[in-house]
């Protein structure tokens, strides 16, 4: 288990390790903060552990001269993000590929590098940056997004998976300046400290109201299980949700 | 809903307004969090959001074993890798010799003494190529003997000397090879102490090294300008005191060409974002490539310092009737590098000599004391503050041989403890004045929230339920020489405060406006604050140590009187009376008395279109500031060499209670309900109760139950979250079993004369309800099981059951 940290200085095999105790903690039901993790979301972390897919070992080609930060257009009906980088002289070219997907509704069609996680994407290329860059591997939940209604971790997708994919963020649930009404509710309650892991919170609990919209409070812990708050804010993000619309 | 008890205000109101105050408008006011908005939609300004064009990326080379002699570094591979910029080792030219927070080198040349230690560092075009290239880099070690034993450690021969030749000598124990210093406080007579005592108990407590857990990375991006200047934009909860000089040390630049950028919030720091390390090595790579560059430790993010391990030796007397007669104690603290260790046995003295009085007042002249603190080097992971700089690592053995006595005394928790405390007034084993004392308000009203639960409930065979009570008292320390604010006056009523005070979850952004919008008597939708930046902000006050609102706070009410006086000053002549008849109101300037006879603030000061006004506490001429000077305390004795005062401190007092179930079988632990209470006037008493419910308890319960560290040859085997584990909300109490009181009581400095109030009676709150959670919970597991566990965390369920006698 202590193989994984380090991870991204041991290259592919921290990867590697970092996922199996993903999987075995999940199973062995020890780490109540990967209880949330959909039947989705484990075959995902499998697929990546049997195929050994790492962000770092993926592509062993280069990025030559692209600016990662380069933005797609948001805001625009479609989204436009950037192109494949021309092929420097010399240099073997990038390898990626081109996705459609939706982000909050909207259609995008962008490039993207194997190496990409789905955070990265939305961070980086799209700009949403209310999704956090946190943990980066999976045990937090700070950058849970929505998969088509389901909570799932932006850190642990990588971009290139997600064609055809729809996908909700933070950015996405208020309609202008009207607030969705769970983050009405975590503002009455006041409901985070250093506010990092309040989107992770307000998704997860998204996707639960979507389902179930008096939920008890064990079924509100129980969906936020996976989200982390160091803070140490869960009382009141209880009452938060519990109380959404009151 | 759990029960959150917060005391009337209003015997305080008179006081409040005499220091300008508006009768409490926005004092103790459940104001909401200004920035809640910006929170729930993801647009917070967080450092990790900072981006500009050309960004490079940086990477890090890391020590994966403990103490090791580097025999080679060949970064020859990695140099001509795709995307690579620059690859630096300890011998290269632009870090050589260079050493960071007192004696750590940028970059470890010869030797590594911590696991996770930089050894080479590559910026590149990307982070995915730069961490190819770390991964390319050669290092040769030859790992030699690690000590992380602190006690071995402090020995006259100790099995290993962590640093040849030795970095610090101290000026005492010369003899003992890698001790750094020592704390001493010697008062009254311990050993007649405790020859008059009838119970004496005596025991040896650890607290392991507590990663600080924040969920975000430290992060920084530093931006060169290309004429000398830099910008450096730092996740930090301060950018004054360390992480603005300590960057243009390492960029070898003048501080004055360096602007340090703070967050809007910054990403919880519990003390490990004090420093601002990142920020050090964002400045010194955007300095050497002459490119801007991001610099973030996602891969030390727990182990990139932690709460140095400490060891303690305890012993403590008493009289049948419960009056103590002498308490003695030695701790031993490690460390790879100096840090901030030095300050965690400072402080501990003052949490082991304020709340009791060691040696009743019926008894003795003088507390009966001794403390002796070593501050070691040793081959343990990297250091920083954490809630309360040796506050938990001394409130734990300290409150817990007191719960001791208490049982074999057959005596009330609370009883034992009121029997002894220190009264308003009275001088501590240091011999200074304390004052402000709501220990005994907080004990009794804990009490009597915990007497509302009841009897115990009856719990199925094998569990078994425990309660545990615990006080603990946190100095405050602030810092009244760097004291200075801006408040921008717009003629439109508007304020800006211009402060470095810095949010970092605890709501300062909200406490400042709400502390201004009360002294200026304004909407508090009137009152901003601008970015936090070392380029044209004053250094108000540092996030830590519960501090801040203390010292933001002092310093807007000295502004504000300022700012009031001028605009009477202005207003005076054109409403043809003095200005001592002038009072304001929302941007309005009215003769007392007559509210129709009235300018508004853009009337007073025009042509002016704004005013900015400076306040603090060392302006105009400068405060006193006697803290720990030379001469002030007797190094050998702790002895305040008086009279003088601690202008920058002041104490905080308070006390848990829990219930928990135990599993006799299993070992596992649950907490069934939990209450802390702190002597505070709230400024804003949701944001206390957030600070007393989650960075108190859930960190005391974390610190208390959850995150043990292994150690192998001075290699750390708990790195991340999911092998050092934090509690989950599915660990935690639920929501109507955690319980709160603020019990207010006046804030004031302690030490000698003059009395000095801290503004609208504030104090600090949170990290002292942390320290007491952990004696908490073992007076509760011992409760239940007759078992005491002197380790923190102590319950695991590996130690409850080693406890039972049963692994």
Same mark, same amino acid.
């Given at each position: 288990?202590?193989?994984?940290?380090? &991870?991204?200085?041991?290259?592919?095999?921290?990867?590697?390790?970092?996922?199996?105790?993903?999987?075995?903690?999940?199973?062995?039901?020890?780490?109540?903060?990967?209880?949330?993790?959909?039947?989705?979301?484990?075959?995902?972390?499998?697929?990546?552990?049997?195929?050994?897919?790492?962000?770092?070992?993926?592509?062993?080609?280069?990025?030559?001269?692209?600016?990662?930060?380069?933005?797609?257009?948001?805001?625009?009906?479609?989204?436009?993000?950037?192109?494949?980088?021309?092929?420097?002289?010399?240099?073997?070219?990038?390898?990626? %590929?081109?996705?459609?997907?939706?982000?909050?509704?909207?259609?995008?069609?962008?490039?993207?590098?194997?190496?990409?996680?789905?955070?990265?994407?939305?961070?980086?290329?799209?700009?949403?940056?209310?999704?956090?860059?946190?943990?980066?591997?999976?045990?937090?939940?700070?950058?849970?997004?929505?998969?088509?209604?389901?909570?799932?971790? +932006?850190?642990?997708?990588?971009?290139?998976?997600?064609?055809?994919?729809?996908?909700?963020?933070?950015?996405?649930?208020?309609?202008?300046?009207?607030?969705?009404?769970? &983050?009405?509710?975590?503002? %009455?309650?006041?409901?985070? &400290?250093?506010?990092?892991?309040?989107?992770?919170?307000?998704?997860?609990?998204? +996707?639960?109201?979507?389902?179930?919209?008096?939920?008890?409070?064990?079924?509100?812990?129980?969906?936020?299980?996976?989200?982390?708050?160091?803070?140490?804010?869960?009382?009141?993000?209880?009452?938060?949700?519990?109380?959404?619309?009151? | 809903?759990?029960?959150?008890?917060?005391?009337?205000?209003?015997?305080?109101?008179?006081?409040?307004?005499?220091?300008?105050?508006?009768?409490?408008?926005?004092?103790?006011?459940?104001?909401?969090?200004?920035?809640?908005?910006?929170?729930?939609?993801?647009?917070?300004?967080?450092?990790?959001?900072?981006?500009?064009?050309?960004?490079?990326?940086?990477?890090?080379?890391?020590?994966?074993?403990?103490?090791?002699?580097?025999?080679?570094?060949? !970064?020859?591979?990695?140099?001509?890798?795709?995307?690579?910029?620059?690859?630096?080792?300890?011998?290269?030219?632009?870090?050589?010799?260079?050493?960071?927070?007192?004696?750590?080198?940028?970059?470890?040349?010869?030797?590594?003494?911590?696991?996770?230690?930089?050894?080479?560092?590559?910026?590149?075009?990307?982070?995915?190529?730069?961490?190819?290239?770390?991964?390319?880099?050669?290092?040769?070690?030859?790992?030699? *003997?690690?000590?992380?034993?602190?006690?071995?450690?402090?020995?006259?021969?100790?099995?290993?000397?962590?640093?040849?030749?030795?970095?610090?000598?101290?000026?005492?124990?010369?003899?003992?090879? $890698?001790?750094?210093?020592?704390?001493?406080?010697?008062?009254?007579?311990?050993?007649?102490?405790?020859?008059?005592?009838?119970?004496?108990?005596?025991?040896?407590?650890?607290?392991?090294?507590?990663?600080?857990?924040?969920?975000?990375?430290?992060?920084?991006?530093?931006?060169?300008?290309?004429?000398?200047?830099?910008?450096?934009?730092?996740?930090?909860?301060?950018?004054?005191?360390?992480?603005?000089?300590?960057?243009?040390?390492?960029?070898?630049?003048?501080?004055?060409?360096?602007?340090?950028?703070?967050?809007?919030?910054? !990403?919880?720091?519990?003390?490990?974002?004090?420093?601002?390390?990142?920020?050090?090595?964002?400045?010194?790579?955007?300095?050497?490539?002459?490119?801007?560059?991001?610099?973030?430790?996602?891969?030390?993010?727990?182990?990139?310092?932690?709460?140095?391990?400490?060891?303690?030796?305890?012993?403590?007397?008493?009289?049948?009737?419960?009056?103590?007669?002498?308490?003695?104690?030695?701790?031993?603290?490690?460390?790879?590098?100096?840090?901030?260790?030095?300050?965690?046995?400072?402080?501990?003295?003052?949490?082991?000599?304020?709340?009791?009085?060691?040696?009743?007042?019926?008894?003795?002249?003088?507390?009966?004391?001794?403390?002796?603190?070593?501050?070691?080097?040793?081959?343990?992971?990297?250091?920083?503050?954490?809630?309360?700089?040796?506050?938990?690592?001394?409130?734990?053995?300290?409150?817990?041989?007191?719960?001791?006595?208490?049982?074999?005394?057959?005596?009330?928790?609370?009883?034992?403890?009121?029997?002894?405390? !220190?009264?308003?007034?009275?001088?501590?084993?240091?011999?200074?004045?304390?004052?402000?004392?709501?220990?005994?308000?907080?004990?009794?009203?804990?009490?009597?929230?915990?007497?509302?639960?009841?009897?115990?409930?009856?719990?199925?065979?094998?569990?078994?339920?425990?309660?545990?009570?615990?006080?603990?008292?946190?100095?405050?320390?602030?810092?009244?020489? #760097?004291?200075?604010?801006?408040?921008?006056?717009?003629?439109?009523?508007?304020?800006?405060?211009?402060?470095?005070?810095?949010?970092?979850?605890?709501?300062?952004?909200?406490?400042?406006?709400?502390?201004?919008?009360?002294?200026? $008597?304004?909407?508090?939708? $009137?009152?901003?604050?601008?970015?936090?930046?070392?380029?044209?902000?004053?250094?108000?006050?540092?996030?830590?140590?519960?501090?801040?609102?203390?010292?933001?706070?002092?310093?807007?009410?000295?502004?504000?009187?300022?700012?009031?006086?001028?605009?009477?000053?202005?207003?005076?002549?054109?409403?043809?009376?003095?200005?001592?008849?002038?009072?304001?109101?929302?941007?309005?300037?009215?003769?007392?008395?007559?509210?129709?006879?009235?300018?508004?603030?853009?009337?007073?000061?025009?042509?002016?279109?704004?005013?900015?006004?400076?306040?603090?506490?060392?302006?105009?001429?400068?405060?006193?500031?006697?803290?720990?000077?030379?001469?002030?305390? *007797?190094? /050998?004795?702790?002895?305040?060499?008086?009279?003088?005062?601690?202008?920058?401190? #002041?104490?905080?007092?308070?006390?848990?209670?829990?219930?928990?179930?135990?599993?006799?079988?299993?070992?596992?632990?649950?907490?069934?309900?939990?209450?802390?209470?702190?002597?505070?006037?709230?400024?804003?008493?949701?944001?206390?109760?957030?600070?007393?419910?989650?960075?108190?308890?859930?960190?005391?319960?974390?610190?208390?139950?959850?995150?043990?560290?292994?150690?192998?040859?001075?290699?750390?085997?708990?790195?991340?979250?999911?092998?050092?584990?934090?509690?989950?909300?599915?660990?935690?109490?639920?929501?109507?079993?955690?319980?709160?009181?603020?019990?207010?009581?006046?804030?004031?400095?302690?030490?000698?004369?003059?009395?000095?109030?801290?503004?609208?009676?504030?104090?600090?709150?949170?990290?002292?309800?942390?320290?007491? /959670?952990?004696?908490?919970?073992?007076?509760?597991?011992?409760?239940?099981?007759?078992?005491?566990? !002197?380790?923190?965390?102590?319950?695991?369920?590996?130690?409850?059951?080693?406890?039972?006698?049963?692994?």
């Amino acid at each position: 288990m202590w193989g994984l940290s380090m &991870q991204k200085n041991l290259g592919i095999m921290g990867r590697v390790i970092s996922c199996l105790t993903l999987v075995l903690l999940a199973l062995d039901g020890n780490n109540r903060r990967n209880k949330k993790m959909s039947d989705e979301k484990k075959e995902k972390t499998a697929e990546k552990t049997t195929t050994g897919l790492s962000r770092r070992s993926f592509i062993t080609g280069t990025v030559a001269g692209l600016v990662v930060g380069a933005a797609a257009t948001y805001g625009a009906t479609t989204l436009t993000g950037p192109t494949a980088p021309a092929k420097p002289a010399g240099v073997e070219p990038v390898s990626g %590929k081109t996705i459609n997907l939706k982000i909050n509704g909207k259609p995008l069609s962008t490039w993207v590098n194997a190496r990409w996680t789905l955070l990265e994407l939305i961070r980086d290329t799209v700009g949403l940056v209310g999704t956090p860059e946190a943990c980066y591997y999976g045990e937090c939940g700070a950058c849970t997004v929505l998969v088509s209604g389901k909570p799932m971790l +932006a850190c642990e997708i990588f971009a290139i998976e997600t064609n055809g994919w729809d996908i909700a963020t933070i950015e996405g649930l208020a309609k202008g300046d009207k607030l969705h009404p769970i &983050q009405e509710s975590f503002i %009455k309650n006041t409901a985070f &400290q250093c506010g990092v892991c309040a989107p992770g919170f307000i998704m997860s609990a998204k +996707a639960l109201l979507d389902k179930k919209s008096s939920p008890t409070e064990d079924e509100v812990r129980e969906a936020v299980s996976g989200n982390l708050c160091r803070c140490g804010t869960y009382n009141v993000v209880t009452r938060a949700i519990m109380n959404v619309g009151k | 809903m759990g029960t959150h008890y917060v005391g009337s205000l209003d015997a305080f109101k008179d006081k409040i307004n005499a220091q300008g105050g508006s009768s409490l408008r926005y004092m103790g006011q459940r104001v909401p969090n200004v920035n809640g908005r910006g929170i729930v939609t993801g647009n917070v300004k967080y450092t990790t959001n900072v981006k500009v064009p050309g960004l490079l990326a940086a990477a890090f080379k890391r020590n994966p074993n403990g103490r090791a002699k580097i025999t080679s570094v060949d !970064t020859s591979a990695a140099e001509s890798m795709p995307g690579v910029v620059k690859v630096l080792t300890g011998k290269s030219t632009e870090v050589a010799g260079k050493m960071n927070l007192g004696d750590e080198p940028l970059i470890a040349e010869n030797d590594v003494t911590y696991f996770s230690q930089i050894v080479a560092i590559v910026v590149a075009e990307t982070i995915e190529e730069a961490e190819d290239a770390v991964d390319a880099i050669q290092v040769k070690y030859e790992p030699q *003997d690690s000590i992380t034993d602190v006690v071995a450690a402090a020995d006259k021969n100790p099995p290993v000397i962590v640093h040849t030749p030795r970095l610090i000598t101290p000026p005492f124990e010369a003899d003992r090879p $890698n001790v750094i210093n020592c704390f001493y406080v010697k008062s009254g007579d311990v050993q007649k102490g405790f020859a008059d005592a009838d119970v004496i108990v005596e025991s040896e407590f650890d607290t392991s090294a507590d990663p600080h857990g924040y969920i975000v990375p430290t992060s920084a991006v530093a931006q060169p300008h290309g004429d000398g200047t830099m910008t450096v934009w730092g996740d930090v909860q301060n950018i004054h005191p360390v992480p603005w000089p300590t960057a243009a040390g390492a960029a070898d630049m003048p501080m004055d060409k360096i602007n340090f950028i703070g967050p809007e919030i910054c !990403t919880g720091g519990f003390g490990g974002k004090n420093c601002g390390v990142p920020g050090v090595y964002a400045a010194l790579l955007a300095k050497v490539t002459g490119r801007p560059v991001r610099v973030i430790f996602d891969d030390t993010r727990l182990l990139h310092a932690t709460r140095p391990w400490c060891h303690a030796k305890v012993k403590a007397g008493a009289k049948k009737d419960g009056s103590f007669t002498a308490f003695e104690v030695t701790f031993w603290v490690g460390t790879p590098y100096v840090r901030f260790t030095m300050t965690v046995m400072e402080r501990a003295r003052e949490a082991i000599t304020c709340t009791y009085h060691w040696g009743h007042r019926d008894l003795y002249p003088r507390p009966n004391v001794m403390f002796t603190a070593y501050d070691t080097y040793t081959n343990l992971c990297s250091t920083m503050s954490y809630r309360g700089f040796g506050v938990l690592e001394s409130q734990f053995p300290h409150e817990t041989a007191i719960n001791m006595l208490a049982d074999k005394l057959g005596m009330d928790k609370v009883a034992i403890r009121l029997k002894n405390i !220190t009264k308003d007034g009275e001088r501590s084993a240091q011999n200074e004045i304390i004052r402000s004392v709501g220990s005994e308000g907080v004990f009794n009203k804990t009490k009597e929230m915990m007497d509302s639960w009841g009897p115990k409930p009856s719990v199925p065979e094998p569990w078994v339920v425990g309660r545990g009570f615990s006080g603990a008292n946190k100095y405050s320390q602030g810092d009244m020489v #760097h004291n200075l604010i801006f408040l921008k006056l717009r003629a439109n009523g508007i304020v800006d405060i211009i402060s470095d005070s810095m949010d970092i979850g605890q709501g300062m952004n909200t406490v400042s406006r709400q502390i201004v919008a009360e002294a200026m $008597n304004v909407p508090i939708e $009137n009152v901003r604050k601008v970015e936090v930046n070392t380029s044209y902000v004053p250094w108000t006050s540092d996030s830590f140590s519960s501090s801040a609102t203390v010292d933001m706070g002092g310093a807007a009410i000295v502004a504000a009187k300022n700012a009031k006086q001028q605009l009477f000053d202005l207003a005076a002549p054109k409403l043809g009376v003095k200005p001592d008849q002038l009072e304001t109101k929302d941007g309005k300037i009215m003769v007392k008395g007559s509210p129709d006879k009235a300018i508004t603030w853009g009337d007073a000061m025009t042509p002016r279109p704004h005013m900015v006004i400076s306040g603090g506490l060392n302006d105009p001429v400068g405060a006193p500031n006697d803290y720990d000077g030379p001469g002030k305390n *007797d190094y /050998a004795t702790g002895q305040a060499l008086g009279p003088y005062f601690r202008l920058v401190m #002041h104490m905080n007092f308070m006390a848990n209670g829990c219930e928990v179930m135990v599993n006799k079988e299993t070992g596992e632990l649950r907490v069934t309900k939990f209450i802390a209470g702190n002597d505070v006037l709230p400024v804003n008493p949701t944001l206390c109760e957030g600070q007393i419910i989650g960075g108190g308890l859930y960190h005391g319960m974390a610190n208390g139950m959850y995150e043990d560290i292994y150690i192998d040859k001075g290699a750390y085997l708990s790195r991340t979250l999911l092998d050092w584990k934090m509690p989950t909300i599915l660990d935690y109490p639920k929501e109507g079993d955690t319980h709160s009181a603020l019990v207010p009581v006046w804030g004031e400095y302690f030490g000698e004369n003059p009395r000095i109030d801290c503004p609208f009676g504030g104090k600090g709150i949170g990290e002292g309800v942390d320290c007491a /959670a952990v004696p908490c919970l073992v007076d509760a597991i011992h409760d239940a099981t007759g078992a005491w566990i !002197t380790t923190s965390p102590a319950a695991t369920q590996a130690k409850i059951l080693k406890a039972l006698g049963k692994a």
